[in-house]
C-alpha cells in the first residue's frame, strides 16, 4: 500500500472558521509534511515531522497549527485564514530523514491527493 | 525559497515525439529528483538521480545531472497523451541539520501531448 489518504477533499470555510485537514498513511514511514501550492506554482514547504516530533516549520503563519497524533497521522489544524490562504493543500510521507549514501531513497515523497481549500 | 529553475516554462508536442525538460539549481545537492503532477492531484515519484550520478534510465524516462553546471534534464522517449502533466524537479540538499528530507522544488514544466 503506498498510499497517502487526504480528507477531506475540498474545503470551503469562512474567515472565522475552524477546520482541521486529515493526512494518513500506513506504509510505516517516519517523517511527513504539509506544503502548499497555489495554482501554476511549485509546492511550497510548509512543516516537516520527523518521528512524530516538528523537525521543520518554514516560518508558517500561526493561524496554521500542525499535529501528529501518531506516527500514521497528520493533521493541519485552521483558525482565522486569509482569502490568500487558499491553495491545494498537500501531504506526503517519506521513510525517514537521513541523507546517507545508503539510504538516499528514505527521501523519497508520497503524496496524497490534496484537499482543495477555499477560503471567503 | 525555490532554487530549481525548469525550462522550458511549457511544452506542447505530439503523441511519439520526445519532451525534454531542464532544471537548474543554486546549492549543493544530495540527490535530485523528478516529480508529475496531474491537474489539481497530488505528486508522482518518478526517479532519482544521486550527487554522485551523471545518468539514470527508468523506462521510457532519462535523467542526466551535471553538477558542475548545477543542472538537470528529463527526457521523455515516445510520449503519450498520457504523459500531459506538470514535471518539477526537487533537490534535496547535502547540508547536514534540520534540512534532511527537505526538497526544494522548481517551477514546474506543463506539458501537453496531443494525440
Known amino acids: 500500500d503506498t498510499e497517502v489518504t487526504q480528507t477531506p477533499k475540498h474545503l470551503v470555510m469562512g474567515m472565522t472558521n475552524k477546520k482541521s485537514l486529515k493526512c494518513e498513511q500506513h506504509m510505516g514511514h517516519r517523517a511527513m509534511y504539509w506544503y502548499k501550492q497555489k495554482a501554476k506554482k511549485p509546492p511550497e514547504l510548509m512543516f516537516v515531522?520527523?518521528?512524530?516530533?516538528?523537525?521543520i516549520n518554514e516560518s508558517v503563519p500561526s493561524r496554521f497549527s500542525p499535529e501528529c497524533p501518531n506516527s500514521s497521522l497528520l493533521n493541519l489544524h485552521l483558525h482565522a485564514l486569509q482569502p490568500e490562504d487558499s491553495a491545494l493543500y498537500l501531504c506526503?510521507?517519506?521513510?525517514?530523514?537521513?541523507?546517507?549514501?545508503?539510504?538516499?531513497?528514505?527521501?523519497?515523497?508520497?503524496f496524497g491527493a490534496g484537499t482543495r481549500l477555499s477560503v471567503l | 525559497s525555490q532554487q530549481g529553475e525548469e525550462d522550458p516554462q511549457a511544452l506542447s508536442i505530439q503523441e511519439g515525439e520526445n519532451a525534454t525538460m531542464n532544471c537548474s539549481y543554486k546549492?549543493?545537492?544530495?540527490?535530485l529528483q523528478w516529480y508529475r503532477q496531474n491537474s489539481g492531484r497530488g505528486l508522482v515519484h518518478l526517479i532519482l538521480?544521486?550527487?554522485?550520478?551523471r545518468e539514470k534510465h527508468s523506462g521510457r524516462l532519462r535523467v542526466t545531472l551535471d553538477t558542475s553546471k548545477k543542472s538537470s534534464s528529463l527526457l521523455i522517449t515516445a510520449s503519450r497523451a498520457a504523459d500531459t502533466a506538470s514535471y518539477f524537479c526537487?533537490?534535496?540538499?547535502?547540508?547536514?541539520?534540520?534540512?534532511?528530507?527537505?526538497?526544494?522544488f522548481g517551477q514546474g514544466t506543463i506539458l501537453t501531448v496531443h494525440p
Open positions: 515531522y520527523s518521528y512524530e516530533k516538528l523537525s
Open positions: 538521480i544521486r550527487s554522485n550520478e
Open positions: 546549492t549543493s545537492i544530495n540527490n
Open positions: 526537487a533537490t534535496a540538499p547535502n547540508a547536514g541539520g534540520t534540512s534532511y528530507g527537505k526538497l526544494t
Open positions: 506526503a510521507s517519506s521513510q525517514g530523514l537521513t541523507s546517507g549514501r545508503l539510504t538516499v531513497a528514505k527521501n523519497i515523497q508520497y
